[in-house]
T-cell receptor, first 111, second 114 residues
Framework: QKEVEQNSGPLSVPEGAIASLNCTYS??????FFWYRQYSGKSPELIMS????GDKEDGRFTAQLNKASQYVSLLIRDSQPSDSATYLC???????????FGAGTRLFVKA | EAQVTQNPRYLITVTGKKLTVTCSQN?????MSWYRQDPGLGLRQIYY???????DKGDVPEGYKVSRKEKRNFPLILESPSPNQTSLYFC?????????????FGEGSWLTVV
């Protein structure tokens, strides 16, 4: 079992729809959770971080964390073609010194 | 401007020919690391450093070396590259390794070993 698992996709949604990206992790002691966006051939960039159970909203993005079920999700409202990218889920191991990345989910937003 | 700079960006080399990928950050961050990214496997940590002269293995350290003689620089050394080290490499830095700190990535180095 991978430490951080994501559906590789691709996930295809029409412009204006809600895109829902999911991630599960195996280490119950994990403390911090991140979503990075990576455009093809570019480096990852942080879009959301979340540390406690519940929802965290930032513009069109909402991160959701459920530690009991060990999953974290990212919702993108009003999806735009510019949101087409690979989204990487990342989790800090207990102790906080190492970040483990999922393999990423490719998102396509169709105009 | 906050930056992580790595060089070269693109390199084709032959099996066994030693190479070094340089990495430099201008944010005075203590924590630096190297990742490789392969299709279907995501980003995997090769080595990390918590400060000058303090380095440790990540999840896939075999075939790589690093050094941290200065806070700003963290070169990745492939003593005898092999084709299975063909990959996209990212250098990264954070202010500290603790939870909640943003990882800043370099632009990536595409390495092909033939």
């Amino acid at each position: 079992q991978k430490e951080v698992e994501q559906n590789s996709g691709p996930l295809s949604v029409p412009e204006g729809a809600i895109a829902s990206l999911n991630c599960t992790y195996s280490d119950r002691g994990s403390q911090s959770f991140f979503w990075y966006r990576q455009y093809s051939g570019k480096s990852p960039e942080l879009i959301m971080s979340i540390y406690s159970n519940g929802d965290k909203e930032d513009g069109r993005f909402t991160a959701q964390l459920n530690k009991a079920s060990q999953y974290v999700s990212l919702l993108i409202r009003d999806s735009q073609p510019s949101d087409s990218a690979t989204y990487l889920c990342a989790v800090n191991r207990p102790g906080g010194f190492k970040t483990i990345f999922g393999a990423g989910t490719r998102l396509f937003v169709k105009a | 401007e906050a930056q992580v700079t790595q060089n070269p960006r693109y390199l084709i080399t032959v099996t066994g020919k030693k190479l070094t990928v340089t990495c430099s950050q201008n944010m005075n961050h203590e924590y630096m690391s190297w990742y490789r990214q392969d299709p279907g496997l995501g980003l995997r940590q090769i080595y990390y450093s918590m400060n000058v002269e303090v380095t440790d293995k990540g999840d896939v350290p075999e075939g790589y070396k690093v050094s941290r003689k200065e806070k700003r620089n963290f070169p990745l050394i492939l003593e005898s590259p092999s084709p299975n080290q063909t990959s996209l490499y990212f250098c990264a830095s954070t202010r500290s390794g603790g939870p909640g700190n943003t990882i800043y990535f370099g632009e990536g180095s595409w390495l092909t070993v033939v």
